[in-house]
């Protein structure tokens, strides 16, 4: 199977790391054409305003909700695929949740955690100035923290407010992968 991950800024190598060791077929996405062939598609954690705005001038977004391809959305990923953005409209509103940015606060900027995965179990999450999700309409809610969802679904689409590939851990990343396959 053949998914892409968004390779623009953030923590690109360790999802194509982790992807790989499952067997995937890996495309680092840099332009539309990239996108051909792939069945989903996985946007990496780094600073949602520098990933989003290259990939609107490049049209990669606009091509994204249009052909509905799955995504998995990581921090600053989840925040790019949020219908609501501190209020605002978000890029791809492909999960009807809202979020706000930064919202785990300045205290507890970056911080880890062992959270409870709906189908996975324990679970390292790893939270670096991760957005708060504080609505979900619609959606599966697979893991939380502190009362807050921290991790959902809706349909194919995957979205996690913390860092799943920074242990190389690869379960979460095979959930996607499997409901792809589904
Ligand atoms: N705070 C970042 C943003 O708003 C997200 C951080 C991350 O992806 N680790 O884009």
Known sequence: MRIGVIDIQGDVSEHVRILESIGASVVRVKRVPDLEGISGVVIPGGESTVIGSIMSQRGISK?????????????????????????????????????????????????????NVKGIGKFRGVFIRAPVITEVKKGDILAEFGGKAVMLSDGKHLGLSFHPEIYGDSRIHRLFVDRLEA
């Not at 990581?74 to 940015?101: E, F, Q, Y």
């Open 63 to 115: 091509e994204i909700v249009e052909r509905s391809i799955p995504v998995m959305g990581t921090c600053a990923g989840l925040i790019l695929i949020s219908k609501s953005v501190d209020g605002r409209n978000g890029l791809m509103p492909l999960l009807d949740i809202s979020i706000r940015r930064n919202g785990f606060g300045s205290q507890r900027e970056s911080f880890e955690t062992d959270l």
